[in-house]
């Protein structure tokens, strides 16, 4: 009986990247942050009772084969937008989208993003019963991560989408900043993968929490979960009415698909290794320059001199 219980298990997952019987309307969580932010290792770890259909970077142009792809990145919170009403209803499928999922028929709905950061107001007016999360890592350590990424001779040809030209010819952003900051952002175009990097995390953490209404948004950093806080873990997983069982321990220790280290394996340095391993991998004038923009940015709101938070995650309560 044991036997035919992993067979049964197996096939259905194996169904289960072909299609789903979603179920789940608007019962649906949003988990959203830059890339290499660790977003897919939190999904991983909301997911790890296998409670989801798991949506997995549907905005993603390349991969998500969209029929049309029409999309504003900053969405005005009363416009329309009928792709992302197809994404956050689960009215998506096909091989990428449905890489991770392992529910056959699911009654909650789970949707991975790097791409909507700038779009958690909208999804929060338009489907208020959604549980939305943006997860933040400090920039240096994102930074970091994507020269990595970017350095890598497997011939994956990797170019971050949406670049930050594009990111910064969308008026619904735009219309959010100073001419000053404008200036300082654009001036990061073309000047290489860490200056862009830094920009785009501006835009899509700094900006996207203080410009828009997040309040209905959970604000969560990387540091903190990886830290092993408690606190911080018990509070998140109550806010998107998630058990805490014994197995969410292992699901925290575990790297992801895209982690760029052995699928599941424990992840092996600490939060302060890995800090250090980032700044090391970055030059000094890297580093000068990477500071010098986000100092614009009342980025001390956020960060420390360490590289850690300076506030506990929680809600987002500071639109202005």
């Not at 999804?123 to 240096?140: A, E, G, M």
Request: overall charge negative.
């Amino acid at each position: 009986m044991g036997q035919d219980n992993l067979v049964l298990g197996s096939l259905t997952e194996r169904l289960a990247k072909l299609t789903c019987f979603d179920q789940a309307g608007d019962n649906a969580v949003v988990i959203t942050g830059s890339g290499r932010s660790g977003t897919s290792w939190l999904a991983n770890a909301c997911n790890y009772r296998n409670d989801f259909r798991y949506i997995f970077e549907p905005l993603n142009q390349k991969k998500a084969q969209h029929q049309e792809f029409d999309l504003s990145w900053s969405l005005d919170r009363d416009s329309d937008c009928s792709l992302m009403d197809q994404v956050i209803m689960g009215r998506c499928s096909g091989q990428w989208i449905n890489s991770r999922n392992r529910k056959l028929l699911a009654r909650r709905r789970l949707l991975k993003f790097v791409r909507a950061n700038l779009m958690l107001e909208w999804i929060t007016k338009r489907y208020p019963l959604t549980k939305s999360v943006i997860l933040i890592r400090n920039p240096i350590s994102v930074a970091a991560s994507r020269k990595k990424l970017a350095a890598l001779q497997d011939g994956s040809n990797w170019v971050w989408e949406p670049t930050l030209e594009q990111l910064l010819s969308d008026s619904s952003l735009v219309a959010r900043l100073t001419v000053s900051e404008q200036l300082i952002l654009s001036e990061q175009i073309g000047k290489g993968i860490v200056r862009e990097t830094i920009a785009d995390w501006i835009i899509n953490n700094i900006i996207a929490t203080q410009r828009y209404d997040l309040s209905r948004v959970y604000k969560v950093f990387y540091e903190s979960l990886v830290g092993a806080e408690e606190t911080t873990v018990n509070s998140l997983f109550t806010f998107l009415d998630i058990p805490v069982q014994s197995g969410l321990s292992d699901a925290l220790h575990r790297s992801s698909e895209t982690a760029r280290a052995p699928l599941g394996s424990q992840v092996p340095l600490s939060l302060e290794d890995r800090q250090a391993e980032s700044v090391s991998s970055l030059s000094a004038e890297e580093l000068d320059q990477a500071f010098d923009i986000l100092g614009n940015f009342e980025f001390a709101r956020l960060y420390g001199d360490d590289m850690n938070p300076v506030i506990q995650s929680q809600l987002c309560n500071n639109y202005a």
